[in-house]
């Protein structure tokens, strides 16, 4: 849980400063570092997208993950919390909702974040979280000098996301050989990419409610065991 926790604070302070920053930061500069960082974010979907093995289980996972992010509606459930945390705060920053759900997604459903938590679930080696710890914390500081308080708030479903995972690989280590890693970062880096073309404008791809694709490889590989 050490990466996680590091990645956790890097957040806070990151936001923090980024919210110090804010009012000597004006909006045209804000928004076109937004969409730098936004560009950037779609590269790094598509790099992390290049080593997929199974292109077939990655078109099925998204099919399937999507049906059930629909059926749950994840997207609707992550804005509503979004929601009651900024009327807490009303009148003080209304962009919260905002910036609590795309950090968050931001945060969490990358290639860096899926690998890094299981590295250091399964070998105790933090190396990977360390480095999207530094990545986070600047990607925070632009993020809350334009969305605000939301983005620091993030950093709880960073610790609970990576958490989870960190805690599960333990019990998961048969199921994840180096092909079902791959696939959920490939996954992950679909998911990346969407999230990057939302900053944009470009489309409005509810991400959230693609989530569960994410963990159809570790599905699919237990009824594979069960097959063989």
Do not use: R, W
């Amino acid at each position: 849980m050490f990466g996680t926790i590091v990645n956790f604070f890097a957040i806070i302070i990151g936001s923090i400063v980024g919210m110090v920053l804010k009012k000597g930061i004006s909006e045209k500069v804000s928004t076109t570092v937004m969409h730098g960082l936004s560009l950037c974010i779609i590269f790094i979907g598509i790099s992390g997208f290049i080593k997929v093995s199974n292109f077939i289980l990655i078109i099925i996972s998204i099919a399937l993950g999507t049906l059930m992010g629909e059926l749950i509606d994840l997207d609707n459930m992550i804005k509503k919390l979004g929601d009651v945390i900024e009327n807490k705060f009303k009148g003080k920053d209304v962009k919260i909702s905002e910036g609590f759900v795309t950090s968050s997604l931001l945060f969490c459903i990358g290639s860096m974040a899926i690998v890094g938590s299981l590295e250091s679930g399964l070998q105790g080696n933090h190396k990977i979280l360390f480095a999207k710890s530094i990545i986070d914390g600047i990607s925070s500081v632009i993020f809350a000098s334009s969305l605000g308080f939301g983005v620091l708030l993030s950093s709880f479903s960073v610790l609970l996301y990576q958490g989870s995972i960190t805690i599960a690989a333990s019990f998961l280590k048969p199921l994840l050989t180096q092909s079902v890693i791959t696939d959920m970062t490939a996954i992950g880096s679909i998911l990346i990419m969407g999230l990057g073309f939302n900053m944009l404008n470009i489309t409005k791809i509810k991400v959230a409610n693609l989530l569960p694709a994410i963990f159809i490889p570790v599905l699919y590989q237990i009824i594979m065991n069960v097959v063989k």
